[in-house]
């Protein structure tokens, strides 16, 4: 395409033009997504390049944060509209790009959720007009896996062989292809979304629901997101079934121990209960 008449281009007409330059693969659907959900926002996207600020943004991202959006996915979506005006200053279509600034990370995320919550979450969704919210959460917690690896099933990825039944992801987040266990309940579930969670799925709505659950779960903690289910799912295989993080890395699709350690949350009642076996 030609870019002589892109010096009034909205913001969302040059990711559509630009995009595939950008990115490639499943990054360039994911983060397409990222910048339309920022475009819809006040129908920012509709704004020529150079008429988007810095307050803009800011504004954006205090919306992310009150739908419980931890920090560093907020990051993503800030990488995401950063790349977005390098490429315009590159083009020489703006002459500056408004300032973004990036929250620092401290480790990993150190949320889990305890039995008790993970009971509150489940009936929050249970009879909830979004009711597809609830299999996804039991798809979470019973697998480990990322949200956007359930939503990228299809029925021809579950299958079931001598072992039992899997979930045969491809293009994972590290680029590996892994088969992750699906247990009965995870398999129910995927049956009740037509073992195609994205037919059902939808971003807004999604999010909206997940903050109403937070609201009334576990107000005001930022932590408390979708991907907490991952640690979940880590905390109850290593404290509850004794596997050990070898294990529990390649169901989760991590290559390092060390990020599988991050994972792994120990529970009071399992260290103490270690202290009480222990030789006096």
Known sequence: HKLGDLQMITFIDFVNKEATRMWSGKHLSETKAKLARFSAFQDTGKKPLDKITAVDIHDYVGHLQEQGLCENTINHYKAAISRVYKQALDLEIVEKAPKITFAKIK????????????????????????????????????????????????????VTDSAGTWISLTDTKNGDDRMVPCPKSVYLALQELDFCPKKHHSHRKFYNSWAEARRQIAPNDSSFVFHTLRH???????N????????????LGHRSGQTTAKYVHSKPETLQEIAHQMLC
């Open 232 to 238: 979940t799912a880590a905390t109850y295989m290593a």
């Open 107 to 158: 480790g990993g995320r150190v949320r889990w959720m305890d039995a008790g919550e993970l009971d509150l979450l489940k009936a929050f969704f249970d009879g909830h007009q979004h009711w597809w919210m609830k299999h996804l959460v039991a798809i979470g917690v019973g697998t480990g896996m990322r949200l956007g690896e359930i939503l990228s099933i299809t029925p021809e990825m579950v």
């Open 240 to 251: 509850d079934l004794q596997v050990n993080t070898v294990l529990i890395g390649r169901i």
